[in-house]
């Protein structure tokens, strides 16, 4: 079985400094990792994706994510941030071959003020 | 463009009197997936199809079913919504292939009264 831990459940932080949301995973299967944003009333919009090859994965937005199987991690970075990422982040991971088929980590609320 | 489509965007209904939330996706994905989100919770997987395989997951309560008529619809059936069933219900579809993800729709926010 597959579980996913976010350790922190809100991080405010002031407009154009950067961010850290951190995610620890556990399995004892290959997994796939995922981060996920939801604004208030929406659905979830797909950040970035870990499947396979380079640790360092780019996404939408100007997030990243890397991957640290030592570590079981897959923490999400921006450099900058935007009042409009002000959002609920999750941290999600699925078994190899089955990418639908989510675990979801409880989420952190990131708020960004000016 | 190709989506993942849920209707209503929010729908209220009464205490144990039955509702369906409906579900279409044009990507022509092979997996449909029903998810509980619950006021400030993380999602959870109620049931997905792959193909017309449906797959319930072990605690899933009864009182949710679910129907995969065709390829692109999908609904979710409570039979006797209780107050505890009040969530945002997220549909999404999938590739049953290797190197994929989840495409979420916008959501039905279930209320009961």
């Known amino acids: 079985a597959q579980s996913v831990t976010q350790l922190d459940s809100q991080v405010p932080v002031f407009e154009e400094a950067p961010v850290e949301l951190r995610c620890n995973y556990s399995s004892s299967v290959s997994v796939y990792l995922f981060w996920y944003v939801q604004y208030p009333n929406q659905g979830l919009q797909l950040l970035l994706k870990y499947l396979s090859g380079s640790t360092l994965v780019k996404g939408i937005n100007g997030f990243e994510a890397e991957f640290n199987k030592s570590q079981t991690s897959f923490h999400l970075r921006k450099p900058s941030v935007h009042i409009s990422d002000t959002a609920e982040y999750f941290c999600a991971v699925s078994q190899y071959n089955q990418g639908g088929k989510l675990i979801f980590g409880q989420g952190t609320e990131l708020s960004v003020k000016p | 463009d190709a989506m993942v489509i849920q209707n209503p965007r929010y729908q209220v209904t009464q205490f144990g009197k039955p509702v369906t939330l409906s579900c279409s996706q044009t990507?022509?994905?092979?997996?449909m997936y029903w998810y509980q989100q619950k006021s400030s919770q993380a999602p959870k997987l109620l049931f997905h199809?792959?193909?017309?395989?449906?797959?319930n997951e072990a605690d899933t309560p009864d009182n949710f079913q679910s129907r995969r008529p065709n390829t692109s619809f999908c609904f979710l059936d409570i039979r006797s919504p209780g107050l505890g069933d009040a969530a945002m219900y997220l549909c999404a579809t999938s590739r049953q292939a290797m190197n994929t993800e989840a495409f979420f729709g916008q959501g039905t926010r279930l209320t009961v009264v």
């Open positions: 990507l022509n994905h092979n997996v």
């Open positions: 199809y792959y193909d017309k395989d449906f797959n």
